[in-house]
């Protein structure tokens, strides 16, 4: 069994999708495992898409494990697992390194710190998980910015307007906002301009910058 | 121009498997250089080879500089990397099979500046991808390691994983040697042995 879960992100000429897919894997002609990946597709207008993937979980099939119920729980597992890449994707935008490794950890529990007695074979495989998951959410992030700023926001006159806000932090509150809303579709320019306009108005009531 | 540094070997020959790290320094531009690791493990049983994705060690131009002294100077810095990023390798699985996990994770992390105090989050981005990358190997040895042992000395097992870990923490340094051996094997009386290649008298059939 397969199941997809798309989140699509459109800034200026990129369109990217982020899917979840949560599949069933076969052993000696057996379910006997699932997993679920991220997929990550670029596509810029006029050029060919393409994508990247890790990923994200795996383990023995749970008991849910044939029917509409395994179809419902692959469906939430795939949602939430595209819901969490846009979140640490906004993370990114917004440099705050800080939760963005204790979201990791929180997720992936690497931080032998924080653990009874981990062994180092399993901190090793976590670390190389965390791994995986980094260097597909580098080359997203960077095509997301560079989506970003070869956009309107940085024509001479809106990024004199926004800048003093931040605009990749704005950025990186907007995908989180669509990544808790649980939303299907973000058009990030439209969201940003919302946002940063909301912004300004609160600026400028009380004088004092709220970032 | 030096285009590559010698490659540096380190071995850890077990009864029916070997693992083997090689590392070498090598120029990308007329101005830098990258040293990358490999592992590869040797079935000796079914004569197979498995090779596992490089990773990265570290970007040095130390080698292009020596260059200025002389083109053997620049070779030795060469080979310095290599054997550091070799080093690194074996003291890593020595710590990873004595289970000093938190050990193991503050060094790799601040190796590789995977610091959540950085602040930018793509700096350490491309910190966990490296050192994403070294665990991943690590794991392999690890895991070559582990089965091996408790294949061949399943009684007291553990210790003998910790024992040998402990052997490596000392081998590991190991100046200006190209290709080094450990050998775990049986001895006369059947038991749990290590010992570097050199010292083993090998017996001719």
């Known amino acids: ?211 | 121009m030096l285009h590559k540094g010698p490659t540096v070997y380190r071995r850890i020959v077990f009864p029916t498997a070997a693992l083997e790290a090689r590392a070498r320094w090598k120029a990308v531009n007329g101005k830098a250089g990258k040293t990358m690791l490999r592992v590869r493990v040797y079935y000796l049983d079914d004569q197979r080879v498995r090779e596992y994705p490089p990773a990265l060690f570290r970007y040095s131009s130390d080698p292009l500089n020596a260059l200025l002294f002389s083109r053997q100077a620049a070779i030795e810095e060469a080979m310095q990397e290599a054997i550091e990023a070799t080093d690194a390798y074996l003291i890593w699985l020595a710590l990873a099979l004595q289970d000093e996990s938190a050990l193991l994770f503050d060094g790799m992390t601040h190796f590789f500046k995977f610091d959540p105090c950085l602040p930018f989050a793509t700096s350490m981005l491309y910190g966990a991808e490296r050192l994403g990358e070294w665990a991943f190997l690590l794991q392999v040895g690890c895991a070559l390691a582990e089965s091996e042992i408790y294949r061949h000395f399943a009684e007291d097992a553990r210790k003998r994983v910790k024992e040998l870990g402990a052997f490596l923490q000392d081998w590991a340094y190991r100046p200006g040697e190209r290709v080094a051996e450990v050998v775990v094997f049986k001895d006369a009386d059947r038991q749990f042995a290590i010992k570097d290649a050199r010292e083993v008298v090998r017996v001719l059939p």
Not at chain 1, 96 to 106: G, K, M, Q, Y
Not at chain 1, 157 to 174: D, H, M, S, T
């Open chain 1, 1 to 211: 069994m397969r199941v997809k879960e798309r989140k699509v992100v459109r800034m200026d000429k990129l369109t990217l999708v982020v899917e979840g897919v949560w599949a069933t894997t076969w052993k000696d002609g057996m379910e006997r495992g699932e997993e679920t990946r991220v997929r990550a597709i670029v596509h810029w207008a006029g050029e060919k898409a393409w994508s990247v993937s890790c990923i994200t979980d795996e383990g023995t099939l749970s008991p849910y494990a044939s029917g509409e119920l395994a179809r419902q729980y692959g469906s939430a597992m795939a949602d939430r697992h595209a819901r969490q890449f846009l979140r640490w994707l906004g993370l990114c935008f917004k440099d705050d390194a800080c939760s963005l490794f204790n979201s990791l950890d929180s997720a992936y529990l690497f931080n032998p710190e924080y653990r009874q007695r981990p062994s180092a074979i399993d901190t090793c495989w976590r670390l190389a998980r965390v791994g995986v998951i980094a260097s597909t959410l580098a080359i997203v992030f960077n095509q997301l910015r560079a989506a970003v700023c070869k956009s309107f926001v940085f024509e001479a006159q809106n990024y004199k307007r926004y800048a003093p806000l931040g605009i990749f932090a704005i950025v990186g509150e907007c995908l989180r906002n669509f990544a808790n809303a649980g939303g299907k579709e973000l058009d990030l320019a439209a969201a940003f301009v919302e946002l940063a306009e909301q912004r300004l108005k609160e600026v400028s009531a009380d004088g004092v910058s709220v970032r």
